[in-house]
């Protein structure tokens, strides 16, 4: 897996999504879309979730009043979101709309209790005309965009399985990183002002591919660009 510590949350239940993704992926948040700029963003990787709000349009700035979604659309997601009463989601609401008057930049509350990801995403595929998710490098980050009719309304982060591989050879380390969804990274460290022959490296990473499974002709489809001490 990515890390030691596993961060966020396995959901249990989404037969599709552990096909796509592989039995150990993780969700590490979402965003769920009031307009084209104003969200709130659900967070899963601390000790308590938290929901937090965000107007696009004035980043690092106090959050604009006018820009506050009605009570009943932060009723419906925090209900839909968490494992919480609609009394509790008013009080969650009438909290976040308290700090938006006071001049918060981001108002936040934390919420005491389980999160039904299975909810929020089986509501995304019913009501979603499109989607499109991010290209990986080999890290296994993924981000995935729900669209209804061209407009944005909710954002998966997700982390699927990756790993890493080096090779040293004296002061030279060559690095293979690869995710489930096909992402690939390689990377050559050099010392500062030392240079490399183009077929020196690849035919090292040839080999790194054939241990590992892959073809190593793959390599010949691979762009390299140089900086200062990276290739």
């Given at each position: 897996m990515n890390s030691r510590e596993p961060r966020g949350i396995a959901p249990d239940g989404l037969d599709d999504l552990e096909t796509r993704f592989g039995p150990e992926y993780r969700v590490l948040g979402f965003s769920l879309f009031h307009t084209d700029r104003v969200f709130v963003e659900v967070g899963v990787t601390g000790e308590t979730p938290s929901l937090s709000l965000f107007d696009e349009a004035t980043v690092a700035e106090e959050f604009p009043i006018e820009s506050l979604p009605p009570e009943a659309w932060l009723v419906d997601r925090l209900t839909l979101t968490f494992?919480?009463?609609?009394?509790?989601?008013?009080?969650?609401a009438a909290d976040l709309r308290e700090q938006a008057a006071e001049g918060t930049d981001i108002p936040s509350v934390a919420v005491s209790a389980?999160?039904?990801?299975?909810?929020?995403?089986?509501r995304a595929l019913a009501e979603r005309t499109e989607a499109s998710g991010s290209p990986t490098g080999g890290d296994g980050w993924y981000t995935e965009t729900s669209f209804r009719d061209d407009r944005r309304?909710?954002?998966?982060?997700?982390?699927?399985?990756?790993?890493?591989?080096?090779?040293?050879d004296g002061d030279r380390t060559y690095t293979l990183k690869l995710d489930r969804l096909g992402g690939l990274y390689a990377r050559v460290d050099l010392p500062v002002g030392e240079e490399i022959p183009e077929e020196e490296y690849r035919n090292v990473f040839r080999e790194l591919f054939e241990d590992i499974g892959l073809p190593p002709a793959s390599v010949d489809e691979l762009t390299f660009e140089y900086s200062p001490s990276i290739w």
């Open positions: 494992d919480v009463s609609e009394a509790d989601a008013r009080e969650h389980a999160v039904d990801f299975a909810a929020v995403y089986e309304f909710a954002t998966v982060y997700f982390i699927v399985q990756s790993a890493e591989i080096r090779r040293r």
